[in-house]
């Protein structure tokens, strides 16, 4: 008993030796009970959790088959998958650290020298050496270690997630934008051809004293301003199209089409708490992770003040010629245990312990922050689809009243009540409404995607 005792003492005379850590600092994070935007008026959840092929809820092949070629094949997703392989082998090289070492030793030596008689003489020495070593890992050093490589590999595996849904997310909103301007020059054209038999309208009705020259020249105008704007959206979908298919991993080209814009339909706005974002959400795992690895490092470090203990072995065979060394060498071995530990290190440990500790509480604030962030994000992302809606009815309204009053505009011009100069001002209003309309569509559509972004995407299994 008394010489259990004094191991004990020991022991903890000894751990009294090792660094003082600083204690983390207290969290000042408060979770939400629910979602702001609702409470302001937003419709509340009404589809099911978030899925992990989410894109998939607009009802797009096209869009599907983008998404999957950018998970595939994207620049920016394969460096994350190699960044994700190296730390897999830095967590293998962590744990390999605490299993025992073997090594292998075979030295042939061939000498000539001089003997007390001045005469040279060779010799001949045959020696081979088996070594193994451990270290014994009494405080946990090498367990912390372990432990922090393998929160930055699971911080690396987060880190993949969260670049595969911006990924995701910003596929579907370049694809979804290119749809929108598809639809915009679409109106346009159309636009055009109205303006065009406009135009020629106002060029016969000029001819034949009907109309003033000024309404000629308003008409052609307003023909010029709708053929202004093709090549104008041609440049911009070019340019869309050249940014996605660089985003799905190929080269600048043209981009196959799915659904109509009219056709594209908002997905419900999926269920879920602002505390379930911390399971779901990459962004959130990897600050949990990289956390935890600041924490385990945080205890390596302080542990280094700590003596260490090694155990080594040797055994092998030597001769003075090839034929015994082969046949029957002389044994030999050797066993050695060793105990070493730091008696001054000038503050050393410490100052490295009390960096780690700063580092850790770094990494506490930033955890908070990006969870703010999350909840940020995704009550921006509510807010929006609700606001857009409400917009897109007011729009839907001013659309109509714009459609009635082109409709007596051009009655009133037919039958000579009122100048032309009345129709296209109608003209002008109902085509900025029909712009606005197909813009609302878009944004509404683009909000969603930002609101899956924003809820995690589905990757709440690896997450977790």
Not at 15 to 39: E, M, N
Not at 76 to 95: H, K, M, N
Not at 350 to 375: I, K
Not at 443 to 455: C, E, F, N, P, T
Request: charged fraction near 20%.
């Amino acid at each position: 008993m008394t010489r259990r005792a004094l191991l004990m003492a020991a022991a903890l005379a000894l751990a009294g030796c090792a660094a003082k850590a600083p204690s983390q600092p207290p969290s000042s994070l408060q979770l939400p009970s629910g979602w702001r935007a609702q409470a302001l008026g937003a419709p509340a959840a009404t589809g099911s959790q978030v899925e992990q092929l989410w894109w998939q809820a607009f009802g797009d092949p096209v869009l599907s088959d983008l998404v999957g070629e950018a998970l595939a094949r994207n620049g920016d997703l394969r460096v994350a998958r190699a960044r994700v392989q190296e730390y897999r082998a830095r967590l293998a090289q962590a744990d390999a650290n605490r299993a025992p070492n073997l090594a292998f030793d075979g030295s042939p030596t061939r000498t000539r020298t001089l003997a007390s008689s001045g005469k040279p003489y060779v010799t001949n020495v045959f020696q081979a050496e088996l070594q193994a070593s451990y270290e014994i890992d009494v405080w946990g050093r090498l367990a912390s270690l372990s432990d922090a490589a393998a929160e930055s590999y699971r911080a690396e595996q987060a880190s993949l997630d969260a670049a595969a849904l911006s990924i995701a997310a910003s596929v579907a909103t370049s694809y979804l934008n290119l749809r929108g301007l598809d639809a915009q020059l679409a109106l346009t054209q159309s636009t055009l051809q109205l303006r065009e038999q406009s135009r020629e309208l106002a060029r016969k009705q000029f001819e034949v004293g009907y109309s003033s020259r000024l309404e000629w020249l308003q008409a052609q105008s307003e023909y010029h301003a709708a053929a202004e704007q093709v090549p104008q959206l041609q440049r911009q979908i070019f340019e869309q199209e050249n940014a996605l298919a660089v985003l799905v991993g190929g080269n600048p080209g043209p981009i196959a089409r799915g659904l109509p814009l009219a056709e594209l339909a908002a997905p419900g706005v999926p269920a879920g708490l602002p505390s379930e974002l911390l399971r779901r959400r990459p962004d959130i795992a990897r600050a949990e992770h990289n956390l935890a690895a600041a924490n385990a490092s945080l205890a390596a470090t302080r542990d280094q003040l700590l003596p260490s203990f090694k155990l080594t072995a040797a055994g092998g065979g030597q001769a003075t010629t090839l034929t015994d060394f082969l046949h029957a060498p002389t044994a030999l071995w050797r066993l050695t245990a060793l105990a070493a530990g730091p008696l001054f290190d000038g503050g050393r440990v410490q100052a490295q312990t009390d960096a780690a500790g700063a580092q850790r509480d770094q990494l506490v604030y930033a955890y908070e922050n990006v969870v703010r962030n999350a909840f940020a994000e995704t009550e921006n992302s509510l807010g929006a689809i609700y606001r857009l809606q409400q917009q897109a009815v007011e729009n839907d309204a001013r659309r109509a009243a714009a459609a009635d009053t082109l409709r007596i505009a051009h009655n009133r011009y037919r039958n000579g009540y009122a100048s032309y100069l009345e129709e296209l001002d109608a003209q002008r209003t109902l085509y900025s409404a029909d712009v606005g309309l197909l813009q609302l569509k878009t944004r509404i559509l683009v909000a969603s995607v930002d609101l899956y972004r924003a809820m995690g995407g589905g990757w709440s299994a690896k997450a977790q």
